[in-house]
């Protein structure tokens, strides 16, 4: 029993770690937004077969 303890543990510790870090990251980082152009040559919108 005591390894599956320290298993668990450690497990839900890991996950506690990648849960702060999402929520962090969440929390301080601002996305960039921004209007964006692309493109499309006229032979890529009417393909002559």
């Known amino acids: 029993m ?3 303890f320290r ?3 450690t497990i839900a510790i890991l ?3 990648v849960y702060g870090a999402m929520f962090a ?3 301080f ?3 960039r937004t921004g209007e ?3 493109r499309i040559p006229a032979e890529k919108l009417n393909p002559r077969d």
Request: aromatic share 6%; glycine share 6%.
């Open 2 to 4: 005591p390894t599956l």
């Open 7 to 9: 298993f668990l543990t």
């Open 15 to 17: 996950v506690g770690i």
């Open 25 to 27: 990251l969440v929390t």
């Open 29 to 31: 980082v601002e996305p």
């Open 36 to 38: 964006m152009t692309v």
